[in-house]
């Protein structure tokens, strides 16, 4: 795990480095409130030691700029001060610190602290992940999605460039479940949905969007391009045999892709590959298509 002490002494810094070196933790450096904020950003610590009487912020400064990021305001912060009063206690953790402890440090006291806020840390992150993941298919669930979708398009209005939306439906999948059972429906959810995270790459998100429907956001790329993901994905996906009832069980997907060119919120851009998601079920099932345009499709 990492920790970033931010703190405008050097002796300060070196006793902490030195005080939290059998922890087994990686730790990051910052001389004062605005390097500590910009290493923060950049860092993404699980924890942040933060001095409170610092000349260019203060660490209550800095700790509210923390809890205002929504990327940085779940880190928790621990203060160090030489201060031992109940007022700046008392406001440190009203801003969200989650520990105090006084300088000089006692090196016992010190890392147990640091021991545990990172099991805080630790357990806080399990539950995000549990949060944000689909049990039965152990994709990111649709809450994950809207959270990157917000994120992706927020960097998308600041820095430009582009961003694609991939909705797919499992053709006839109420027919599965009549014709062989739930359990068998359930298994072919997750055969779908390991076959569309191989074809992924590491920054795209393929999510389970609810019931028998998927969705990947295609950060980096126009709807022509998330298209021939799409593609790949239902060629695979063709491939599905499952045993079912002494038979052998085939699948396929339809899919709907949009890309944000044009667009106003991100409702639009789920909406435009929705609507090209629909086109594709009515064009027959198993292909794909495009908000501006069809895409050929090898059957």
Known sequence: MKILVIDDSPDALAV??????????QIVCADGGLAGLDAARSEKPDLVLLDLDMP???????????????ELCMIPVLFLSGSSTPEDKVKGLDLGAVDYVTKPFDAFELRARVRAALRTKHLQDLLIEHASLDPLTELPN????????????ARMQRHGGSLAFIMADIDHFKKVNDTYGHLV?????????RTIAR???????????????FA?????????????????????????RLAANH??????????????????SPRALIQNADQ????????????????????ATEK
């Open 185 to 193: 429906g359930d298994r072919l959810l997750r055969e779908v949905a």
């Open 142 to 153: 649709r809450r994950a999605l809207m959270e990157r979708l917000r994120r992706e398009w």
């Open 56 to 70: 260019d912020l203060s660490g209550f400064e800095v700790c509210r700029a923390l809890k205002a990021d929504p």
């Open 216 to 240: 990947i956001l295609v950060p980096d790329e126009t709807a022509e391009g998330a298209a021939q993901l799409a593609e790949r994905c239902r060629r695979k996906i063709e491939e599905i």
């Open 276 to 295: 090209a998601l629909y086109e594709a079920k009515a064009a027959g099932r198993n292909t794909v298509h495009c908000s501006a345009g069809e895409v």
């Open 199 to 213: 074809e992924c790459r590491d920054t795209d998100l393929p999510t389970r969007y609810g019931g028998e429907e």
């Open 16 to 25: 902490a480095q030195v005080r939290l070196a059998k922890e087994g933790v």
């Open 247 to 264: 038979q052998s069980l085939r699948a396929t997907v339809s899919f709907g892709v949009a890309d944000g060119t044009g667009l106003e």
